[in-house]
């Protein structure tokens, strides 16, 4: 096909603002599935997604289209829109020329379509406003078109009125991606270059390599090199996404499509690679992708009926589909062999945990989630920490530096009173107020990400009754009075229960902290002190009583101390079995040191 009749574009919103609707009906429209084969969210693959009605990995789609007479190929990824899948849409914009930027008619500019409109500029895309779900009682269009204009620079008479669901404006957009999105630019001549911008493995064909040609072409049977490592394979299969996979005989410059080369190590293949031709090689590989700054990091262990080899496999497959994920082997006292896993967020991590579970059948034991420190030794190097247990020894550390990040709040005027009390009880700094239209604020604060990361979305949708919408940037780490909580079990540190918190709130988290434990942990045939140290220094205790069989039962009259001497017999086994005894730890006890709330 004639490169000036091909586009590259990408759905880019909020959560639940409409990408997944608008990509069935233009799926429907251009006839790439027939009415047999529509149902709702057809590019959600995963049951995981279905079921939660989000989006969680960009899907590709190639779609043919007729315009002004002549033939167009659109190639079409929709993302999603999630902050803590901000890295998939990311990835997805490289690999296109344009984006349609989709907003709720009832619900305006929310900070997800904020986030998603800078990674469009920055990656160079030309940007279409969509206002979606017009056909809503609750639709205010003319008041979100001053809000993209305010607030975006994206012009209110030039955004296009949609409603996704009935299909009315669908024809239209289509129309306007063919006029007024750019072409990809003719390389055609040049060297191969493809960009692999996602994968996924297949039991019986190997690594399957999605893939972006910006120069040159790909064909069957062509030998080709991933320039990273210089390994080289044939290709044994091409294909398009339609929306599921066809084999074609070439993938030309500005198409989309994947390419399966009997790859069959999964170290072979990252994501942000360049596949080149081995016969003409390019000069140079493609820009490829900034690696993901990991946020959250939590410990994953062999669960009941999972053996240690078995959880590596799986998560060496999530790896090479999800791009953004990260796991090194960790040993625990407590727990065994297992891995430190690298997520973007709480929410990520949730998807990690359900997907192990479900695509490998494997059963899991999760530490509390922890964010990543910077500490400063006494020396001048400065060591980068994921968990608690790594922070050296206090006597040659000086200082400790967290993560600190940029945090928008898009609220309603009538509840910024609670959301600002409830930032500023978690350390958060109110850098600027803008007031998008009467009833919407954004509120911008600089925030420590250990505050926010866990309930504090959570948090401020129940203030805000549901209305307020958050995102954040990390923009650095900083040196703050951090102090490490460690908790004792029966007089034995927990390494896994441990935590870094601020000093002026160290106590009262400690506290509550066994608290939690005390009923979390079920008792036992001895008696188990909990106490919480810092820096040595017990500070808070709970106990969790023994069971007490009743040893006196069977005993009838008599004098007073055949019973007593009974009881004594009984504290001296108990005594043993307390030196002996070990405690067992639920997996609800990780995860209850998370909650922050009374």
């Not at 409109?117 to 269009?141: C, H, M, R, S």
Request: glycine fraction near 8%; charge should be negative; include cysteine.
């Amino acid at each position: 096909m004639d490169i000036q009749h091909i586009r590259n574009f990408s759905i880019i919103a909020h959560i639940d603002h409409g990408k997944s609707t608008l990509a069935d009906r233009m799926l429907e429209l251009t006839g790439t599935i027939t009415a047999r084969e529509a149902k709702d969210q057809i590019l959600d693959s995963m049951d995981i997604e279905r079921e939660r009605g989000i989006t969680i990995k960009a899907s590709g789609v190639t779609m043919e289209y007729e315009y002004a007479g002549e033939g167009y190929m659109l190639n079409l990824i929709d993302t999603p829109g999630h902050v803590d899948f901000h890295y998939e849409v990311s990835r997805a914009l490289t690999a296109c020329e344009g984006a349609l930027l989709v907003v709720d008619a009832s619900q305006g500019i929310q900070a997800q379509t904020l986030a998603n409109a800078y990674l469009a500029t920055e990656a160079g895309a030309e940007i279409l406003g969509v206002i979606n779900k017009v056909d809503l009682a609750a639709a205010q269009p003319d008041l979100v078109a001053e809000e993209i204009e305010h607030v975006l620079g994206i012009r209110k008479n030039e955004c296009f009125r949609i409603s996704a669901k009935t299909g009315m404006g669908v024809r239209e957009l289509l129309d306007a991606v063919c006029e007024l999105l750019p072409p990809p630019a003719d390389r055609s001549e040049e060297p191969l270059r493809a960009l692999i911008y996602d994968s996924h493995y297949d039991d019986y064909r190997g690594v399957i390599c999605y893939v972006r040609v910006v120069s040159g072409s790909l064909k069957p049977r062509q030998k080709i090199r991933l320039m990273r490592l210089g390994s080289t394979y044939q290709i044994t299969e091409l294909g398009k996404f339609r929306p599921d996979m066809r084999p074609v005989e070439q993938l030309g410059t500005g198409e989309v499509g994947y390419v399966i080369a009997n790859i069959r190590n999964l170290g072979d293949v990252r994501i942000g690679d360049t596949i080149t031709d081995d016969a003409r090689p390019a000069p140079d590989p493609l820009k490829g992708y900034q690696p993901p700054m990991q946020m959250v990091f939590s410990d994953f262990y062999p669960g009941n009926n999972t053996e240690y080899p078995r959880l590596r496999a799986a998560f060496e497959r999530l790896a090479l589909n999800d791009a953004s994920f990260s796991f090194v082997p960790q040993n625990s006292q407590a727990l065994g062999f297992g891995f430190r896993c690298g997520f973007l967020g709480l929410l990520h991590m949730e998807i990690i945990q359900e997907r192990l579970e479900r695509e490998n059948d494997i059963d899991v034991v999760q530490t509390a989630p922890t964010v990543s420190y910077e500490v400063l030794m006494s020396d001048g190097t400065v060591q980068r920490i994921d968990s608690p247990s790594e922070l050296p020894d206090r006597t040659k550390v000086e200082e400790i530096r967290e993560p600190f990040v940029r945090l928008e709040i898009i609220t309603t005027t009538d509840t910024i009173g609670g959301v600002m009390t409830l930032a500023e009880s978690r350390r958060c700094k109110l850098v600027k107020t803008d007031y998008l239209n009467p009833t919407r604020v954004m509120l911008d604060y600089k925030a420590p990400l250990a505050e926010i990361v866990y309930d504090f979305y959570d948090q401020i949708k129940g203030i805000s009754h549901g209305y307020a919408t958050m995102n954040y940037e990390f923009t650095g780490f900083e040196a703050g009075d951090l102090v490490k909580i460690d908790i004792l079990v029966n007089h034995t540190p927990v390494e896994a229960l441990s935590l870094i918190v601020h000093r002026s709130n160290a106590e009262a988290r400690g506290r509550k902290l066994i608290i939690k434990l005390r009923r979390a942990i079920p008792r036992h045939q001895f008696e188990i002190p909990l106490q919480v140290a810092i820096g040595g220094k017990i500070i808070a205790r709970e106990t969790i009583k023994a069971y007490r069989k009743d040893v006196t039962a069977k005993l009838y009259g008599g004098d007073i101390t055949r019973k007593m001497k009974v009881l004594k017999k009984q504290k001296e086994g108990k005594k043993r079995m307390k030196s002996v005894g070990s405690v067992e730890i639920p997996q609800e006890a990780f995860m209850s040191i998370l909650d922050t709330s009374d």
